[in-house]
């Protein structure tokens, strides 16, 4: 019974005790795979810190599920081959992570690694994956290995060619690699991969393969093409954003805010719809409005530079008075450590003295109170110098600091100036508008005839005058609020930016300040510590005669 | 007339085209002669042409040679005659400061200060220090200077007291002659005077120059009537000016004249109202001097010129056999017997060395090398007395670091030190300096005691982690690590290793905290891990276990090169140019030969004269046939058969032809005939084969009827030239004779 027992778990169901990642098998792990010998006792010694780990290897354990990982936030390269995972799940918080192996496990399907955007190495290699998908966001992946899995349409590789980085590619060992098509496909369709199941792809293997699969290629081509032309596009609109937010005046060259005005008023869209005089009107009231945005966004430009022109020469202006300071303090210190040489010479010549019992610590005392005194004269002078530059230098920054503001605010103060003309102009336009649209439509109403072809809404509305004056005047004030949203956004914007750079550069200054005064009594602390030491060291050397007469007595 | 004697001639080198590379090619090119009777005009002036022959002139024919070329090359050039002070008469130059000491201070060019008022300005210390003892510190300091300003210029005024030339009898009376250029050519904008013998431009107002009599060149002669004792600098030099000028020709040389008011349509009125008249054209052959006699230069290939303290000697390229083409020696003294600096220039060395400077005071050599060489050396600077191929002695090598792989830029060398600098290298590493302790008695060679190895920044690391300086005392066997400093840090951290001794734990490395200390700058970081400790400390020991073993490497290094450097300056040699064809031999035993192989062939050629006779000759008296004449029944038959046989190959040539010709002619007509039947059912492929093919024969056809023609047209002037030659062939001497005699009858 009792071998029956044993044979059947050795065949069918070896006791396999299922590993759980936790604490203990993450240190034994690292503990495992960390440095050998001498270096191996002073790692084992300071003990693991599972947030400094950059790597972890997670092999043979067995594990079932990936888990309890988010404590290695440095992590950088994971493996955990040869278990028995079969999802991939829990690894978004391991943001830094660089290479990640689940080879040798049974994983069905790709997924949950959106977050691991710096990936640059995956090895899925034997699982059992039937498709290629979920992995877009991994824009650095270099190398993949996919092989002896389970992928049964070549086609599917085509995927891969999205990966504008991706070098490398492994696929052998699936089902569809019995198919000589695939190797042909592979090379032809994956034109940035340079080596394929580590071998290198020659120019003349390509070219046959895309005399084969010419259509086909050319389709995917053609998407990739389009994908590329509309991802620059975006890129550049967002440039183009991005570039103008800087001098607050986003969206608002070109028609475009006017638009989405006009899209965000039901009702003036509405009453556009009449058309006839009333379109004429709109295209002057878009091409006013444009004019006025291009002189202001202009101007918003310029502004932007000559700002940037005089945070340049305030910053260059600081930099160079802080390189001075730094330059001058290095040259004290050197000073100093010059002159504690000398007398740490001297202070050790006392204690060799000493030592070698020439002279009594009562004969010697007079001697180092006297270099202890001088010691504390250079340090004092020492911190005397340090501190005096510290303070010119903070005093020198402090009232072109202050003028720096001055010159921002008014600076920030001419640029809403300007914008507040032009969103005036604006309004002017607006109300322009709008009473030209009064006066169209007020012509229009009730006229049946002229309303025929309309839509039923719309005719009912030009019916009735008091529901027409009604509509005008709510997709005025309508307007009225969006013009006023956009300009205090850009108002406040503009102030909250020049806030922050100004109190930005008093903190960094104070900051500044603070550190080194800290950094000067740090060490002037440690120069002293070190000092005592030494005297401690001489008075505690008892010498060996003494110390053997003590121990007989004890 | 003098004007006659003035041939303008275009040089045609590199530097030829401006008037200083031809006054300094005169100065070089020519021995100067002094006038024999320094008051007079001289009896005769040998032409320029002789003169260059001869390679030696007086004043007169120097300017002459001067002018020429001058004008030749554009400029609007004259003959000065008139008097000049004995140095300038007698070229002497031990009175004048040599022109071409190099200029050895350094050009520091300040950046000029920016314009704009600076919108932001720190604000200035306050300044506590007295006014007043800065002023009397000032008046100090300026009556001190006064003082010694006075006694400097004391000093000046005996030293021109003692070098003041001694009294010349007949000064103002010396006859000279000089070169004079009048600006409107060649972007010259003042007029300014040459002096042959010298080479050097002189402002009008020069004070040698003491009275100018008259000017000529080739177009025209100009006496000056003018006085000239408030110097030559007050003459106005508008030779249009007929108060100040007087012309020995009427008129005025053709580039000077106006036209106006002249009739120019009628050549004879022209002529006649123009009333200028022209120097009839020079006597003397074209001024040209050989591409050789150009690169030589120098009379002799040698010429020597002493000035004030200075003793300068030039050479001739490849003339020395190091070299060695201007040598200028500073001396001590007027007599020319201490030397205090030598520059010596070289060209054409295999060794790339360019320059020399001694210092014989210092005891110093300072070489310098053009790119190019093995080791890459560009600049090497020694002391005199430095054993010559030991890094111990004092020297500097500067090297082309960008063409060396280790980047080394500078090395400094002196007794018990030994210092590397780089540039740019992929490590960081910048300087590496060496102390050695002297040896003592037991063990003479010098022993490493501190290497200082300092990198820069790696913008990539952290400060606390980025290595600025690494000390290793390998004597007391510690090592001290100092780190870069952070932003606004004026501490840096350090960290001192006291080396395990390897040997007690065998060749591992352990680690005691007790045996390093360190300072980390930042008081909020935490204190390093012992591991890293550990990790620096095994890496630093690697680290100086390398650099002692690059030490002694570069160590046998230097030497090497030292040696090289020894071998090249006692055995100089010169490089010859691939395509000089005087002095590369190799090229021009090779040309040599290639001239012999040609000319022998030639030769071959002549004798292989083929003799229409020979075949015929051979059938009759086999093959080794000597040259004797043959008898005339011998000859008549040879004479035959070869006729006959010409006149048989020219008609059997013929008919191969026409042959040709008539199956090549039917067939296009065929092809024609059947073209014109069926052209109207032809697809047209078959159409345009049908004219490719067509073409074709008619093209062939074609070729064939001109070789017809052309050997109707000349088999019989053909016959005829065989039969010439028959009549004149040596052979048949005899049988011609007779047949002439009997023709005759």
């Known amino acids: ?114 977050e691991l955007v710096n990936l640059e190495i995956l090895t899925l290699f034997h699982n059992k994956i039937r498709k290629l998908e979920n992995m877009d966001t991994l824009e650095n992946l270099l190398v993949f290995s996919i092989g002896d899995n389970l992928i049964e349409d070549y086609k599917e590789m085509s995927y891969m060619r999205r990966f504008r980085k991706l070098r490398s590619v492994s696929f052998k060992g699936n089902p569809c690699c019995d198919d000589p098509m695939t190797n042909q496909f592979l090379k ?17 293997e390509r070219e046959s393969g895309r005399a084969l699969f010419r259509g086909h290629l050319r389709k995917l081509d053609d998407a990739d093409e389009k994908a590329e032309k509309e991802r620059l596009a975006k890129e550049d609109y967002e440039a183009k954003v991005k570039f103008y937010a800087l001098s607050f005046v ?33 295209e002057q009231y878009k091409e006013q409005y444009e004019e006025t945005m291009a002189g202001l966004v202009q101007f918003a430009q310029e502004a932007y530079n000559s700002r940037q022109n005089e945070i340049k020469l305030f910053k260059d202006l600081v930099d160079n008075a802080l390189e001075d300071s730094v330059v001058k303090s290095k040259m004290v210190v050197a000073g100093f450590e010059e002159k504690k040489k000398s007398l740490i010479d001297q202070m050790n010549e006392l204690i060799g003295r000493f030592t070698s019992k020439k002279a009594t610590i009562e004969q010697l005392e007079p001697n180092i109170i006297d270099a202890g ?21 903070y005093e020198q920054c402090e009232e072109s ?12 103060t001419k640029l809403l100036e300007v914008s507040r003309n032009a969103f005036g102009a604006w309004r002017e336009h607006e109300g322009m508008w709008s009473m030209r649209q009064f006066e169209a439509l007020s012509k229009l109403l009730g006229n049946k005839i002229m309303l025929g072809d309309a839509p039923p809404e719309l005719f009912e509305v030009m019916m009735d005058r ?45 900051k500044r300040n603070r550190d080194r005064i800290l950094e000067i009594y740090y060490y002037i602390d440690n120069q002293r510590e070190e000092w005592t030491d030494m005297q401690m060291n001489m008075t505690e050397t008892v010498d060996p005669e003494t110390a053997a007469l003590l121990g007989d007595d004890f | 007339m003098v004007c006659t004697s003035i041939r303008p001639t275009k040089l045609c080198y590199s530097d030829t085209t401006s008037w200083q590379g031809l006054s300094s090619l005169v100065s070089d090119y020519f021995d100067y002669e002094p006038l024999r009777k320094p008051m007079l005009l001289p009896e005769r002036i040998i032409s320029a042409y002789t003169a260059i022959v001869r390679r030696s002139g007086n004043p007169f024919e120097l300017a002459h040679v001067l002018v020429s070329w001058l004008i030749g090359a554009g400029y609007d050039a004259y003959v000065v005659v008139g008097c000049a ?58 009556k001190q200077q006064a003082e010694l300003n006075k006694i400097e210029s004391e000093r000046l005024k005996k030293i021109a007291e003692l070098e003041k030339p001694p009294p010349d009898e007949i000064d103002g009376w010396r006859t000279h002659a000089w070169v004079l250029v009048l600006p409107g050519f060649k972007g010259v904008e003042e007029p300014f005077f040459i002096e042959p013998s010298e080479g050097n431009g002189y402002p009008i107002s020069a004070p040698q120059y003491q009275q100018l009599d008259s000017i000529y060149n080739n177009e025209n002669y100009y006496v000056n009537l003018k006085s000239c004792a408030e110097g030559l600098g007050s003459l106005n030099y508008d030779l249009n000016e007929l108060t100040c000028w007087e012309h020995l020709l009427a008129g005025e040389p053709f580039h000077r004249r106006q036209l106006v008011g002249i009739d120019c349509a009628d050549k004879k009125t022209a002529f006649d109202t123009e009333k200028h008249l022209d120097v009839p054209t020079s006597w003397i052959e074209k001024l040209d001097i050989t591409a050789d006699e150009y690169e030589q230069r120098y009379p002799g290939s040698h010429k020597v010129i002493r000035y004030k303290k200075v003793l300068s000697e030039k050479f001739s390229p490849y003339s020395e056999r190091d070299g060695v083409i201007k040598r200028i020696i500073i001396y001590e003294d007027y007599a020319l017997s201490i030397p205090l600096l030598t520059y010596e220039w070289y060209k054409n060395r295999v060794d790339k060395m360019l320059t020399v400077k001694i210092d014989h005071l210092k005891r110093e050599v300072r070489e310098t090398f053009g790119i190019g060489r093995k080791d890459h050396l560009l600049k090497h600077i020694y002391s005199m007395d430095a054993p010559t191929t030991s890094v111990e002695g004092e020297r500097t090598l500067e090297f082309n670091y960008y063409a060396r792989l280790d980047h080394l830029t500078k090395l400094v060398c002196t007794g018990l030190t030994f210092d590397e600098y780089y540039t740019d290298r992929e490590d960081r590493l910048e300087t590496r300096f060496i102390t050695y302790t002297e040896g003592n008695k037991f063990d003479p060679k010098r022993q490493v005691k501190d290497i200082i190895e300092t990198y820069n920044r790696n913008p990539d690391i952290p400060s606390k982690d980025d290595i600025w300086k690494k000390i290793f005392h390998t004597q007391e066997n510690t090592i001290e690590i100092l780190y870069h400093y952070d932003y606004n840090f004026v501490t840096n951290n350090t960290r001192f290793f006291i080396k395990p001794n390897l040997a007690e734990t065998g060749g591992k490395i352990l680690f005691y905290p007790d045996k390093t200390t360190g300072y980390i700058a930042d008081p909020c970081t935490k204190p390093p891990r012992p591991l890293d400790v550990y990790y620096a400390l095994c890496d630093n020991m690697e680290s100086e276990h390398h650099s002692r073993k690059h030490i002694r490497d570069r160590e046998s290094d230097i030497t090497g090169y030292l040696k090289q450097r020894e071998c090249e300056l006692n055995e100089p040699i010169l490089f010859v140019g691939l395509f000089d064809t005087e002095r590369n031999d190799a090229a021009k035993k090779g040309w040599q030969e290639q001239e ?11 004798d292989a004269e083929i003799d229409p006779l020979a075949p015929y000759l051979a059938r009759m008296f086999g093959s080794g046939h000597g040259a004797g004449a043959l008898t005339v029944k011998e000859a008549t038959l040879v004479r035959e058969q070869c006729l006959n046989d010409f006149r048989a190959k020219q008609l059997a040539r013929q008919n191969l032809v026409q042959e040709r010709f008539d199956k090549l002619n039917a067939e296009y007509k065929n092809k024609r005939l059947w073209y014109l039947a069926n052209q109207f059912i032809l697809t047209p492929e078959k159409e345009s084969a049908y004219f490719a093919l067509s073409a074709e024969l008619a093209f062939q056809v074609h070729t064939l009827e001109v070789r017809l023609t052309r050997h109707r047209d000349l088999s019989s002037p053909r016959f005829k030239a065989l039969e010439d030659y028959l009549d004149k062939h040596p052979l048949l001497k005899e049988f011609n004779r007779l047949r002439h005699y009997y023709r005759m009858k």
């Not at chain 1, 005194?373 to 230098?393: G, P």
């Open chain 1, 373 to 393: 005194e001088a010691f504390n004269d250079i340090i004092y002078d020492l911190w005397k110098k340090l501190m005096t530059i510290e303070m010119q230098l």
């Open chain 1, 1 to 114: 019974m009792s071998e029956k027992k044993s044979l059947n778990s050795l065949i069918i169901h070896p006791d396999i005790e299922p590993g759980v990642i936790d604490n203990a098998m993450l240190t034994r792990c690292i503990l495992e795979y960390g440095p050998k010998e001498e270096a191996g006792r002073l790692f084992a010694e300071e003990g693991v810190h599972l947030d400094e780990a950059q790597i972890v290897r997670l092999e043979f354990q067995n594990i079932l599920r990936i888990d309890h990982l988010w404590m290695l936030k440095s992590l950088r390269k994971l493996t955990l081959a040869h278990n028995l995972i079969e999802k991939i799940e829990n690894l978004e918080l391991l943001v830094g992570l660089n290479e990640l192996d689940l080879s040798f496990n049974k994983i069905e399907k790709i997924e949950n690694l959106d």
């Open chain 2, 596 to 606: 012999t192989q040609k000319a022998e062939v030639t030769e071959r050629e002549k």
């Open chain 2, 85 to 142: 002070k004995r140095d300038v008469c007698m070229a002497i130059r031990y009175r004048t400061v040599c022109p071409e000491i190099p200029d050895e201070s350094a050009v520091i060019d300040t950046p000029p200060p920016s314009e704009e008022e600076p919108r932001y300005r720190l604000v200035p210390l306050p300044d506590l220090t007295s006014k007043y003892c800065k002023d009397m510190d000032q008046k100090e300091a300026e």
């Open chain 1, 401 to 412: 600091r202050v003028q720096f503001a001055v010159n921002m605010t008014e600076m920030i």
């Open chain 1, 250 to 282: 986003e969206y608002l060259s070109g028609p475009e805010l006017l638009d989405s005005m006009f899209e965000k008023d039901p009702d003036g869209s509405l009453l556009l719809k009449v058309g006839g005089e009333l379109l004429g009107f709109y």
């Open chain 1, 188 to 204: 032809s369709a994956l034109t940035r991969v340079t080596y394929l199941d580590y071998k290198l792809i020659a120019e003349e």
């Open chain 1, 466 to 510: 008091d529901q027409m004056m009604n509509l005008i005047a709510q997709s005025s004030d309508n307007h009225m609020r969006f013009i006023d949203a956009r300009e205090d956004l850009l108002m406040t914007r503009a102030n909250n930016w020049r806030d922050e750079l100004i109190q930005g550069a008093n903190d960094n200054e104070i």
